[in-house]
């Protein structure tokens, strides 16, 4: 796995333990599992074909969608920008190389 990809891992660890953390009461249309097991499955196409899937990724962090309104709300708005721009690099790189 290339160094990039192995800082986005880093980082999708981490958006999973501040996930796990968090209150999702007041975000609509997301749910905490189904927040985990998106991460989760990101982290793991990473790791199996340092890649990952493009639209589960533009879902989960486009821009207001519940993800960011989740970290906004729990204090950890800005590791969640940090992880979006990584995952857009990634989206780029992949975009680029199809």
């Not at 192995?6 to 796990?20: G, M």
């Not at 609509?28 to 890649?51: C, D, F, P, W, Y």
């Not at 990952?52 to 207001?64: G, I, Y």
């Amino acid at each position: 796995m290339n160094n990039a990809n192995q800082i986005l891992v880093a980082k999708l660890d981490a958006a999973c333990r501040l996930a796990e953390k968090s209150d999702f009461g007041f975000a609509a249309g997301i749910t905490k599992e189904h927040t985990l097991v998106a991460l989760g499955n990101l982290r793991r196409q990473l790791m199996e074909k340092g890649s990952m899937d493009l639209m589960e990724a533009r879902m989960l962090f486009a821009p207001t969608a519940g993800l960011e309104e989740v970290a906004m709300q729990n204090g950890w708005g800005r590791q969640y920008l940090e992880l979006a721009q990584e995952v857009e690099r990634v989206l780029v790189r992949v975009k680029e190389h199809q």
